[in-house]
């Protein structure tokens, strides 16, 4: 268990609307990550960051904005959902440097009619 | 460009039936390559870290083992509890935060 919640666990929502999904840690992780599960596609980065305010793009973030005010916290944003965004969202960290080994959340699954 | 592929996608298995997964990948050079388990609704759950061609990690009935090309992870008298999607996925030497993953393997192992 690497102390990782996210939140909501499950969402529905329209296209068009905003939607927020959290990731909180209680360990002090510097290194954390947003990744999607699609069936097909195994997992594919969005966005990671590597300290508060310290925020960087992945493969698939066209469409997706991220902010780390806090150290637990690293929230990401769909500024106007699609039907393309419905997916499984995981949150990831670090223990140590970025290049240890990441230790995923249990996930959100979010679907966007 | 950066490519990991696991096969086979799906596999069936007996109790006590042993068998082998798959991970063959290319990049241009191997910082790192990762064993995940995921059950149903739950997220990736580590398994084994290798960094270098012949080495090899056990854990339980798990055995996973690295070449130049790709990776094996052998599972000895499997038991129903075993049956799970098993993710592969490298981390290239010239990145030190991405992960490159695998469709996975989803196994079933029938009592």
């Known amino acids: 268990d690497a102390g990782i919640t996210q939140s909501p666990r499950h969402k529905v929502t329209e296209t068009g609307t905003p939607v927020t999904l959290r990731c909180h840690q209680t360990?002090?992780?510097?290194?954390m990550y947003w990744y999607r599960q699609d069936p097909g596609h195994g997992l594919r980065l969005i966005h990671y960051s590597y300290g508060v305010k310290d925020t960087d793009k992945g493969e698939v973030s066209d469409g997706y904005s991220v902010s780390r005010s806090k150290t637990e916290d690293f929230l990401l944003t769909l500024e106007s959902a699609t039907s393309s965004q419905t997916s499984v969202y995981f949150c990831?960290?670090?223990?140590?440097?970025?290049?240890?080994?990441?230790?995923f959340g249990p996930g959100t699954r979010l679907t966007v009619l | 460009e950066d490519q990991v592929t696991q096969s086979p996608e799906a596999l069936r298995l007996q109790e006590g039936e042993s068998s082998s997964l798959n991970c063959s990948y290319t990049?241009?050079?191997?910082?790192?390559l990762f064993w995940y388990r995921q059950d149903p609704g739950k997220g990736p759950e580590f398994l084994f870290t290798?960094?270098?061609a012949g080495e090899e990690k056990e854990k339980e009935r798990l055995k996973a083992t690295l070449t130049k090309k790709e990776s094996f992870l052998h599972i000895t008298a499997p038991k129903p509890e075993d049956s799970a999607t098993y993710l592969c996925?490298?981390?290239?030497?010239?990145?030190?935060?991405?992960?490159?993953f695998g469709s996975g393997t989803r196994l079933l192992v029938r009592p």
């Open positions: 290798l960094y270098s």
């Open positions: 996925a490298v981390q290239p030497a010239d990145s030190s935060y991405k992960l490159i």
């Open positions: 990049v241009s050079g191997l910082r790192g």
């Open positions: 360990e002090n992780h510097r290194y």
């Open positions: 990831a960290i670090t223990y140590g440097s970025g290049t240890d080994t990441q230790y």
